[in-house]
Nanobody, 117 residues
Framework: QLQLVESGGGLVQLGGSLRLSCAAA?????????IGWFRQAPGKEREGVSS????????YYADSVKGRFTISRDNAKSTVYLQMNTLKPEDTAVYYC?????????WGKGTLVTVSS
């Protein structure tokens, strides 16, 4: 079963940047998977942030992050990245990556991003 590992979270000041990574566990590739980044802030529902399709690499961004976040994938490294710039306190959340293929979904355990003002 596909396992995903997120990394790159941490504490950053208002206006700072972080790059999150979503890597497939050893022995797996992400070539055939659409990958999404979701986040869940304390007391709020999980929301979709960004996604990238499996082959063409079409991208989607939530309005709240458009122009600040960039999703990319390196299939050779079986890793998807989320570059987050101009971070705001409202971006504080646990960020999860999700992989989907043929209506099967896999989740990582998340990485915490905290933006201080």
């Amino acid at each position: 079963q596909l396992q995903l590992v997120e990394s790159g979270g941490g504490l950053v000041q208002l206006g700072g940047s972080l790059r999150l990574s979503c890597a497939a566990a050893s022995g797996f590739t992400l070539d055939d998977y659409a990958i999404g980044w979701f986040r869940q802030a304390p007391g709020k529902e999980r929301e979709g942030v960004s996604s990238i399709s499996s082959r063409v690499g079409s991208t989607y961004y939530a309005d709240s992050v458009k122009g600040r976040f960039t999703i990319s994938r390196d299939n050779a490294k079986s890793t998807v990245y989320l570059q987050m710039n101009t971070l705001k306190p409202e971006d504080t959340a646990v960020y999860y990556c999700n992989a989907e293929v043929s209506k099967r979904y896999y989740w990582g355990k998340g990485t915490l991003v905290t933006v201080s003002s």
